[in-house]
């Protein structure tokens, strides 16, 4: 006889079977797996060229000079200079240009820079005609000539006024200082009685004058670190003066030096300008971490 102790474990076991079954099935199954959404990428950022620092230049050109008047200084005050006296001819020759600087580009639209350059020697040449004192009427002339050679010293400032396919116009003005030696001045002419007298500097004459400049000009960007610029400029060297001319063959002579009064150039110069900086490249962005599901 089955004892009743044994038939109610059967019948609990039973039960929590049932029970055990019936609660997994009342949980619902799991969801089907589902991929992460999709990353957008951002394009690479691109990187803006610098637009300040530190440059080198250098410039080479030629200068067309001119100067407006040849006013004399006399240290010989017995002697009388003739009063019908006039500068009929002057001229001066070209100079070749050498020049270099360092500058600073503050942005996109203002520099500055300081420059040094040395002009070649170039011969100058002043006729004068006088009637006084002239040895059987008429006309008398005397011919005065020489060198001159300039270092300038500027400190200059530039607008930059917009790039275009790789081309920028600009303007710009100069303060300075130009040292301009003269040297192997002659002065030949014909003396009151007929006789050819001459003249000579026995030194070198040397001297400072204020000097301005005003120029334009154009700039291509060959790279963002190495322009080429094409440069005209009107330039004012001040008035340099010669040495004291002594005479020989003349009885009385005035000891006279002589200034190149307003001495001007126009020049035309090509210049390369290095910017101190490495030249900027795109940089690409590293893509964002995926996190894994």
């Not at 006296?85 to 240009?97: E, F, G, H, Y």
């Not at 007929?194 to 000009?217: E, K, Y």
């Not at 010669?242 to 307003?262: D, H, K, M, W």
Request: net charge negative.
């Amino acid at each position: 006889m089955v004892s009743v102790r044994f038939l109610t474990s059967i019948a609990a076991a039973s039960m929590l079977a049932t029970t055990a079954y019936g609660a997994d099935m009342m949980v619902p199954p799991p969801p089907p797996y589902m991929p992460p959404p999709p990353v957008a990428y951002q394009p690479p950022p691109m990187v803006a060229p610098v637009a300040s620092g530190w440059y080198l230049r250098g410039d080479v050109g030629v200068g067309i000079q001119t100067f407006g008047d040849f006013p004399h200084s006399q240290t010989n005050s017995a002697f009388v200079w003739p009063p019908s006296w006039a500068i009929v001819q002057k001229d001066v020759q070209d100079t070749a240009i050498f020049g270099g600087g360092v500058g600073y580009e503050w942005n996109n639209w203002f520099r500055t820079d300081v420059t040094a350059e040395y002009r070649t020697k170039a011969m100058f040449k002043a006729t004068g005609r006088y009637t006084d004192f002239c040895a059987g009427g008429g006309f008398c002339f005397d011919v005065t000539e020489g060198n001159v050679a300039s270092a300038v010293f500027m400190a200059n400032a530039y607008l930059d006024l917009g790039t275009w396919w790789c081309i920028t116009p600009y303007i710009g003005a100069g303060l300075g200082g130009a040292y301009s030696r003269i040297t192997g001045v002659q002065d030949l002419g014909i003396n009151s009685n007929g006789t050819v007298g001459f003249g000579l500097t026995q030194n070198d004459s040397n001297s400072w004058n204020f000097a301005w400049n005003a120029q334009a000009g154009l700039t291509y960007n060959v790279t963002n670190a190495f322009k080429v610029d094409f440069n005209a400029r009107y330039l004012h060297l001040g008035s340099p003066v010669t040495s004291e001319v002594f005479c020989q063959n003349t009885v009385t002579c005035p000891g006279a030096t002589y200034n190149l009064n307003n001495f001007n150039s126009w020049d035309f110069r090509i210049g390369l300008r290095w910017m101190l900086q490495p030249d900027m490249v795109p940089v690409m962005a590293p893509p964002p971490l995926m996190s894994r599901g």
